[in-house]
């Protein structure tokens, strides 16, 4: 066996071994204390939250999903928060501040493309376009389930 073969057969090892300790198993016990829902983003109302921007979201017990529709010049301002957030551009362009290595860094994320910002990771947005982009955070926002707008959206301009 050579090198090459003897490290590719580690990273295996090591995939498999990593899944399977993070593997859970669904009883059904554990789905009759689930409800389903179903949803359809094209029949729910947009909520405006700031100048040009609007959301639509709904949340499960443990995950939230939300379409923002970006005009473009739309910010949201400098926030962070406990939930893991990943960010899919369905279209057009944002520039995002956020903290990368511990610098403050610019980043364009486009079309198709995908941002992930750990828990607690400050972030900012700018639409350079009109843009959908499509967030889920991970656990639900508390924040966001009372109907007063949290206060960095209240500054977005």
Known sequence: MNFKSI???????TILVGNTV???????????T?????FNFDDMESETIGE??????????????????????????WHQHPNEQITYIMSGKVKIKTIIDGKETFVEVGAGE????PENVPHEF????ETVDLDIHVPVREDWLSKELPEYLKKSK
């Open 126 to 129: 700018w639409a350079l376009e």
């Open 34 to 38: 689930s409800k389903v829902q179903h």
């Open 22 to 32: 993070n593997a859970q198993v669904t009883t059904k016990d554990s789905i009759a």
């Open 52 to 77: 040009g921007i609007k959301r639509k979201w709904f949340h499960g017990e443990k995950g939230q999903m939300t379409i923002f529709n970006l005009e473009k010049d739309a910010h949201i301002p």
């Open 114 to 117: 995908v941002i992930v910002f």
């Open 7 to 13: 490290i590719a057969a580690l990273a295996v090892t």
